[in-house]
């Protein structure tokens, strides 16, 4: 429980942590445009288990950009597809495949983390007494 208790912790703590960033990134990426799925990425770590990560291709004002990204558009689901890739007008190459139009889906990964920290602090406290 000691062990369980602290990586819960820690897990809430970075959930809390990437709360804010996560909103602000939203806030900024604010322009729309239409990109491209241009790749797949298969990886797989040292337990076998494998993720994935997709890469959008995009461009505004003639350049283009790139970015990688472990979450799909909910437009793009092959290589080739098109999708809407919000970004930052002051930093176009600041952008993500997503976008919420409200703060609901921020609030809940807060609310996730509060009640994982609250709950690895008990399973840490409850297995440190019983060593």
């Known amino acids: 429980m000691f062990v369980a208790g602290f990586a819960l ?3 809430g703590i970075i959930f ?11 806030k900024r990426c604010s322009e729309q445009v239409q990109g491209t799925l241009v790749d797949i990425r298969r990886h ?10 997709y890469v959008y291709s995009y ?12 979450i799909i558009s909910k437009e793009a689901h092959n290589v080739g597809d ?17 976008h919420y139009g409200s ?15 609250l709950l690895g602090f008990v399973l840490f406290v409850i297995g440190s007494a019983t060593m």
Request: net charge positive; proline share 7%; hydrophobic share 35%.
């Open 16 to 26: 809390v942590i990437c709360y804010p960033i996560n909103k602000r990134k939203n």
């Open 59 to 70: 461009a505004v004002q003639d350049v283009e950009y790139r970015i990688t990204s472990t």
């Open 82 to 98: 098109t999708c809407t890739i919000w970004y930052n007008p002051k930093k176009p190459k600041d952008a993500q495949p997503f």
């Open 44 to 53: 797989r770590n040292s337990q076998g288990n494998v993720s994935h990560s």
């Open 103 to 117: 703060n609901k889906p921020y609030t809940i990964v807060l609310i996730i983390g509060i009640a994982m920290i």
């Open 9 to 11: 912790f820690l897990l």
